[in-house]
T-cell receptor
Framework: DGGITQSPKYLFRKEGQNVTLSCEQNLNHDAMYWYRQDPGQGLRLIYYSQIVNDFQKGDIAEGYSVSREKKESFPLTVTSAQKNPTAFYLC????????????FGPGTRLTVL | GESVGLHLPTLSVQEGDNSIINCAYSNSASDYFIWYKQESGKGPQFIIDIRSNMDKRQGQRVTVLLNKTVKHLSLQIAATQPGDSAVYFCAETGPTSGTYKYIFGTGTRLKVLA
């Protein structure tokens, strides 16, 4: 998983609760990404950040929030406003210098009970 | 394990045979392409990449072919092994308003038969 860690691996949440997923990288990468993966679909971009203290909405940002206070860390909060939060969440990072490879973390499986 | 492979096209290959997995990409302006391998319950792993100024690139037991005319990418795996069983998907990216966002295919499940 190339120096990207996500925790926890499995997460359970009751409806109406916010929950934060952790993503840390020690690759000194500038850019970080959050994706959602659902069965039979390609990865969908939630948020991305190209530098510290800056981030942009992806294609499905509603009901999610992020912060990028440190280069190594890009936590994702799944809020109660997200209508269908049960999914596999993947964090990724990229060096940030042009078209280079995006590496993924091991993922967090979130289940809403 | 994860159910991310449900309803995906499946390629079944005999152990030792070669596998060819195909991908049609969407954006003619994309200039960088990656193949990933994803095992059940795990994050995607980088396999091989190719830039748009090339039409073929070889790695260890894998080859990627790029046909820009028809926007087609393929991954060839030589002498397929049981450990190659996984979901494989392609990704494309290129400059869009100064940022590099990736577009991912839905994937193909590779099953290696003993």
């Amino acid at each position: 998983d190339g120096g990207i860690t996500q925790s926890p691996k499995y997460l359970f949440r009751k409806e109406g609760q916010n929950v934060t997923l952790s993503c840390e990288q020690n690759l000194n990468h500038d850019a970080m990404y959050w994706y959602r993966q659902d069965p039979g679909q390609g990865l969908r971009l939630i948020y991305y950040s190209q530098i510290v203290n800056d981030f942009q909405k992806g294609d499905i940002a509603e009901g999610y929030s992020v912060s990028r206070e440190k280069k190594e860390s890009f936590p994702l909060t799944v809020t109660s406003a997200q209508k269908n939060p049960t999914a596999f969440y993947l964090c990724a990072s990229r060096s940030g210098r042009g078209t280079d490879t995006q590496y993924f973390g091991p993922g967090t499986r979130l289940t809403v009970l | 394990g994860e159910s991310v492979g449900l309803h995906l096209p499946t390629l079944s290959v005999q152990e030792g045979d070669n596998s060819i997995i195909n991908c049609a990409y969407s954006n003619s302006a994309s200039d960088y392409f990656i193949w990933y391998k994803q095992e059940s319950g795990k994050g995607p792993q980088f396999i091989i990449d190719i830039r748009s100024n090339m039409d073929k690139r070889q790695g260890q037991r894998v080859t990627v072919l790029l046909n820009k005319t028809v926007k087609h990418l393929s991954l060839q795996i030589a002498a397929t092994q049981p450990g190659d069983s996984a979901v494989y998907f392609c990704a494309e990216t290129g400059p869009t308003s100064g940022t590099y966002k990736y577009i991912f295919g839905t994937g193909t499940r590779l099953k290696v038969l003993a």
